[in-house]
């Protein structure tokens, strides 16, 4: 049974270029959302796709965009990058079930995005 | 963004020592997460709690549900190498997606 999948595990990226990171979820599941982590942070949540729909969003800008396929893989776009965008972006996946369970996030192994 | 206090921050122990640490809120949670996360790799989930004063165990880990439900509490009883790494709680509010989380417990293991 597969886990959460990331691609790729490490990217490097010049200040102004756009990226696309993606995420494949565990088994099963049909939410995905992603996180950026900051070295010795905890992770800041970017937003949450159920049914192909973002649905709910944090406080990051507009260059952030998303998407989720009918397949509930997903990707995370970002434009116009800027130094501070260098982190670990780690996808979580989660199955909505109606139930408490619903917000139990299993996490992939990240995309470690250097921007010089 | 925001950020639940976790404590403490790192944490040096000898083998076989109980460790504890806790999270804490200024708004109230209706779900708390504890998650430990290795060099390289994403978060692990360990605990998840519901219910204001729940308790939960994982094999030596045991998770508290704080009674305001603005704190959790995580103990990890006779520590053993491969408890290493960083330990972080994560809550959820009502009508809420998100997890928000702490900055992070780093637990060393003293030679």
């Known amino acids: 049974d597969a886990g959460v999948t990331q691609s790729p595990t490490h990217l490097i990226k010049t200040r102004g270029q756009q990226v696309t990171l993606r995420c494949s979820p565990k088994?099963?599941?049909?939410?995905v959302s992603w996180y950026q982590q900051a070295l010795g942070q905890g992770p800041q949540f970017i937003f949450q796709y159920y049914e192909e729909e973002e649905r709910q969003r944090g406080n990051f800008p507009d260059r952030f965009s998303g998407h989720q396929f009918p397949n509930y893989s997903s990707e995370l776009n970002v434009n116009a990058l800027l130094l501070g965008d260098s982190a670990l972006y780690l996808c979580?996946?989660?199955?909505?079930?109606?139930?408490?369970?619903?917000?139990?996030?299993?996490f992939g192994p990240g995309t470690r995005l250097t921007v010089t | 963004g925001q950020q639940l206090n976790q404590s403490p921050q790192s944490m040096f122990i000898q083998e076989g020592e109980d460790v504890s640490m806790n999270c804490t809120s200024s708004s109230i949670f209706n779900t708390w997460l504890w998650y430990k996360q290795e060099p390289g790799e994403g978060p692990v989930l360990l605990i998840a709690l519901y219910k204001a004063g729940e308790l939960t165990s994982n094999g030596r880990l045991t998770a508290q549900f704080g009674i305001t439900r603005k704190d959790s509490f995580l103990n990890i009883s006779a520590s053993i190498p491969s408890d290493v790494g960083i330990y972080f709680c994560a809550g959820r509010a009502d009508s809420n997606y998100q997890l928000i989380w702490g900055a992070g417990t780093k637990l060393i293991i003293k030679p």
């Open positions: 979580a996946s989660s199955s909505f079930t109606g139930t408490p369970s619903s917000y139990e996030q299993y």
């Open positions: 088994s099963g599941h049909d939410t």
